[in-house]
């Protein structure tokens, strides 16, 4: 898994886990979480489709996602968000 200059100060981890949990999961980050926190988001290539989820949800929630990275050769994933207050 690539590393981030950005440390997190709440993890989540969907590894394993299918629709609708990584959503619950990200909305409840959220809420959870302070203004200007940094939320990671932690997956492998299986949850390929609720990475592109969780970004969807961040940016319905006016939460600007502010890294993402995917290597190439296994597929893990990470996203980073940044809590914000609107």
Not at 60 to 69: A, E
Not at 72 to 85: F, Q
Request: charge should be negative; charged fraction near 30%.
């Amino acid at each position: 898994m690539y590393m981030s200059n950005h440390k997190e100060d709440l993890l989540v981890d969907i590894t394993g886990f299918k629709c609708p949990v990584p959503l619950i999961k990200t909305r409840r980050a959220v809420k959870q979480s302070t203004d200007e926190q940094i939320i990671k988001f932690i997956g492998t290539k299986e949850e390929e489709i609720s990475r592109k989820e969780i970004i969807v949800a961040l940016e319905s929630m006016n939460q600007p996602v502010i890294d993402m990275v995917v290597n190439d050769v296994t597929g893990d994933w990470y996203i980073l968000a940044k809590r914000h207050n609107p």
